[in-house]
């Protein structure tokens, strides 16, 4: 049974920062590809970050390049989300997801496994 984990979001000041991580079990974690979308009530799940199965290849939203970082380990079976100078617009629930595709893919369609999400809320 797959699982994807999330875990590190909270509350954070405007320029904060906070580091989201998504434990994966049941799967061949290094063969994945691993994303983070985010979600507000009343709109479309967004992407926000991927990462290939080896690390090598990244993709970012636009409205999060520069700010995020996403890294992996497969190790660990753990995906990583940095962000750093946080906006109000960067709230959401951030949730997991390893994609079955195989390629770093920025659609929800494309990710077959998805975590319970977690809270991300930054204060102005």
């Known amino acids: 049974q797959v699982q994807l984990v999330e875990s590190g979001g909270g509350l954070v000041q405007a320029g904060g920062s906070l580091r989201l991580s998504c434990a994966a079990s049941?799967?061949?974690?290094?063969?994945?590809?691993m994303g983070w979308f985010r979600q507000v009530p009343g709109k479309e799940r967004e992407f926000v970050a991927a990462?290939?199965?080896?690390?090598?290849?990244?993709r970012y939203a636009d409205s999060v390049k520069g700010r995020f970082t996403i890294s992996r380990d497969n190790a660990k079976n753990t995906v990583y989300l940095q962000m750093n100078s946080l906006r109000p617009e960067d709230t959401a629930v951030y949730y997991c997801?390893?994609?079955?595709?195989?390629?770093?893919?920025?659609?929800?369609?494309?990710?077959?496994?998805w975590g319970q999400g977690t809270q991300v809320t930054v204060s102005s």
């Open positions: 997801a390893a994609s079955t595709l195989g390629v770093v893919t920025t659609t929800p369609l494309g990710y077959g496994y």
């Open positions: 049941g799967l061949t974690f290094r063969s994945y590809v």
């Open positions: 990462i290939s199965w080896s690390g090598s290849s990244t």
